[in-house]
């Protein structure tokens, strides 16, 4: 018979991989410049706290931002889960990212490469683990 610990471990160890596989589409669509997949990573009650800006909140506001953002360039992203908590149907990521971004012509800023951290609140529903609190915190000093 499995322990408490264990079963919570192997329950640890299954949203981890789940966060991971859904870090993995939002790296994907980000690259592509598929703004509108991101719902299935984003819940539609999302709050998302960047740097230098007033938070985005709602799904709609969040995919209409970052198409905009995809309009300037190329972003390429690269998250990586350092330790994942977990309680009931909640989830909350402490992870590390570098995000590289080519601009084009339409540009308002230019071509970057940002590095730091980030805290993720997901939620599950309906079997799905969505992002709903965002808060990414760039190591890059401020120029």
């Not at 709609?60 to 972003?75: A, F, H, P, V």
């Amino acid at each position: 018979m499995e322990s408490t610990k264990e079963a919570l471990d192997k329950q640890l160890e299954r949203v981890t991989e789940k966060i991971k596989e859904q870090n993995s589409k939002f790296e994907t669509f980000y690259l592509n410049g598929d703004a509108d997949s991101l719902s299935k990573v984003f819940s539609r009650n999302v709050a998302q706290y960047l740097p230098h800006q007033p938070p985005t909140v709602g799904l709609d506001s969040l995919i209409k931002n970052s198409k905009l953002q995809m309009s300037w360039g190329k972003w390429k992203f690269k998250l990586t889960t350092i330790e994942v908590k977990i309680s009931g149907q909640m989830a909350v990521e402490r992870g590390s990212y570098k995000v590289s971004f080519t601009s084009n012509e339409n540009s308002p800023i230019p071509s970057s490469v940002d590095t730091g951290h980030y805290i993720v609140l997901w939620e599950e529903s309906d079997g799905i683990w969505k992002i709903v609190w965002d808060a990414p915190v760039t190591e890059m000093p401020l120029e």
